[in-house]
């Protein structure tokens, strides 16, 4: 795509950002047919999207719950929390077997990533959670926690990395219920992520990144092993390095005004929050050049609506979605705040 062809507005166009996602709620484009297996994430961008737009008023709420409760996998009449299986949510049709004649599903593939979807949904269209069985979700999760501490995705055959540990706190902290981890153990794995010059890899010895760096920072956040705005605190926890970390987290602003995920790499729009929610959490929201931040989204803009990964690139949902949670961070006027922790609105969050 030509430089042209990108937007030339240098504020964010809302009206013209609802008009993109409400097509893309309508109908997906034909090149997302080969993610159909993570179409629960898919809606997940676009409905959290509308939300953060504050357009939600033109989609059928129960609807969408109705259609994302039908990917939920349920135990049957009997519930052996030590089988093994995990009881969430399948990420796609493609994913999810017929039940047998007693309603049970044999091929179970729900995962972590889908069920994080799911209830962030579910939380955005005001279901009411006391309909969720939390607790054979919540208990039955931990057959995914692995010695380390760390969690496999899936009941079977799934990496692991924190990106899945983030998962598992963020659908206990929705539920309400700690009974699917050994958060001692989580603590744990998460302190051998942090890298020596202050980032977080996605697994021990790994390289920082700016999106593992958020996974890490916001579980320990939800299960309350580091308070809110630590930086301003005259007692900052041991825990981790925060000094470290947040040197390492102002340099990856770069000179274009975005953020990068790691050293040597190019600014991207979706690190705008990555980057920017662990700063506001941590308290460090100050330290950023924010009409240098606002200027490079504005750049990703697309003439249409959407944003691109660079600039001059077509717009993606997934980089769509995080420019508009980018610029809500920025408190911009007419979106609704974001609750960062949970990458929905704060609205949605508490269940208003």
């Not at 091929?107 to 939380?123: D, E, G, M, Q, R």
């Not at 958060?183 to 010895?205: H, T, W």
């Not at 990964?309 to 809500?328: I, Q, R, T, V, W």
Request: hydrophobic share 35%; with cysteine; proline share 3%.
């Amino acid at each position: 795509m030509s430089s042209s062809e990108a937007s030339s507005i240098e504020t964010m166009d809302k009206d013209l950002h609802v008009t993109f996602t409400e097509m893309m709620y309508n109908l997906l484009p034909n090149p997302y047919e080969s993610q159909e297996i993570n179409h629960l994430t898919l809606a997940y961008f676009v409905i959290s999207s509308l939300d953060i737009l504050n357009a939600l008023q033109n989609v059928d709420k129960e609807a969408i719950a109705n259609w994302v409760l039908s990917f939920q996998v349920r135990h049957g009449t009997t519930f052996d929390p030590n089988n093994g299986q995990f009881y969430g949510f399948h990420g796609s049709r493609s994913s999810q077997f017929p039940p047998d004649e007693n309603g049970v599903f044999c091929h179970n593939n729900s995962h972590l990533a889908s069920t994080y979807c799911a209830l962030s949904i579910l939380k955005i269209v005001g279901y009411d959670f006391s309909n969720l069985d939390s607790e054979s979700m919540s208990i039955s999760m931990r057959n995914l926690q692995q010695p380390d501490g760390s969690f496999m995705p899936i009941h079977s055959g799934g990496e692991t990395d924190l990106r899945f540990v983030y998962c598992a706190a963020a659908i206990c902290f929705m539920l309400g219920n700690w009974n699917g981890m050994d958060k001692e153990k989580v603590k744990n794995y998460i302190l051998k992520c942090q890298s020596y010059d202050g980032g977080f890899g996605l697994v021990p010895g790994a390289e920082s990144h700016g999106g593992a760096t958020y996974c890490a920072i916001v579980s320990l956040r939800l299960m309350g092993f580091i308070e809110d705005n630590i930086l301003s605190s005259c007692n900052l926890s041991s825990l981790i390095d925060f000094p470290l970390l947040l040197d390492w987290i102002l340099q990856r602003q770069g000179t274009d005004g975005g953020f990068q995920g790691r050293p040597n790499k190019s600014s991207d729009t979706c690190y705008a929050f990555w980057i920017g929610a662990v700063l506001r959490i941590l308290g460090g929201c100050n330290f950023v050049d924010n009409k240098a931040l606002h200027g490079f989204l504005v750049s990703c803009q697309y003439k249409y609506g959407g944003f691109s990964k660079f600039p001059g690139e077509f717009p993606d949902l997934y980089h769509s979605y995080y420019g508009y949670a980018a610029f809500s961070l920025l408190e911009e006027s007419g979106l609704k705040s974001l609750c960062s922790e949970l990458g929905i609105t704060d609205i949605a969050a508490i269940g208003v």
